[in-house]
């Protein structure tokens, strides 16, 4: 049973990709073009959620996608394909951000959680919520998309990133904090 996938709005059958995917293990520079062209909107995204600068995002998605074409003939067909290739781009930006000695700061202080009131953040657009945590900086960013988005917990992203379970947190504590400042300061009160 051939089943189609929908990739924006490239239409793929399953023996399509899996042609696909067996021409990437012969080599093929076509059957990658296409396998590239076709998860790229995905992949992207998912990279610019860590490093929402373009030619940055360009660069480690790329060598996301290089790694999985390196290890392609690993790909067994259980489990999406498109689960196993996200896998693999995520391990490159876990490894761009771990290279990164901004990540490597040892901070000790743990700041208690504190909540945006209901209000103020139901009067967001995702896109808006989005673009305020792209504001936060990079280190910061990174684990507090890993563990609010990607619901990774503090351990593996300590262990991806090279940190400190303490220091993950902080993190995490840290872009809370700043994101509640920033949706204050939008002034969306509701009238009373």
């Known amino acids: 049973m051939s089943v189609a996938l929908v990739y924006n709005n490239v239409s793929v059958k399953t023996d399509e990709l899996q042609e696909l995917i067996y021409g990437c293990a012969r080599n093929e520079r076509g059957a990658q073009a296409k396998l590239y ?3 790229y909107p995905r992949m992207m995204s998912m990279v610019r959620r860590y490093f929402p600068e373009q030619m940055q995002a360009e660069e480690i998605l790329n ?47 743990i700041e208690k959680d504190e909540f945006v009131h209901k209000d103020h953040a139901g009067r967001l657009y995702y896109n808006d919520l989005i673009n305020l945590i792209h504001e936060l900086p990079e280190a910061t960013r990174t684990v507090f998309n890993m563990f609010v ?44």
């Open 63 to 109: 060598n996301g996608f290089l790694r999985a074409f390196q290890k392609i003939e690993s790909y067994s067909f259980k489990g999406s394909f498109e689960g196993w290739l996200r896998r693999i781009v995520f391990h490159a930006v876990a490894d761009y951000a771990s290279s990164n000695t901004k990540y490597k700061e040892n901070v000790l202080l």
């Open 149 to 192: 988005l990607d619901d990774l917990p503090h351990k593996q992203i300590a262990k991806a990133l090279g940190i400190s379970e303490g220091t993950s947190k902080w993190h995490v504590s840290e872009a809370r904090r700043m994101l509640k400042e920033k949706v204050e300061k939008l002034n969306l009160h509701l009238k009373k």
């Open 37 to 39: 062209h076709l998860f």
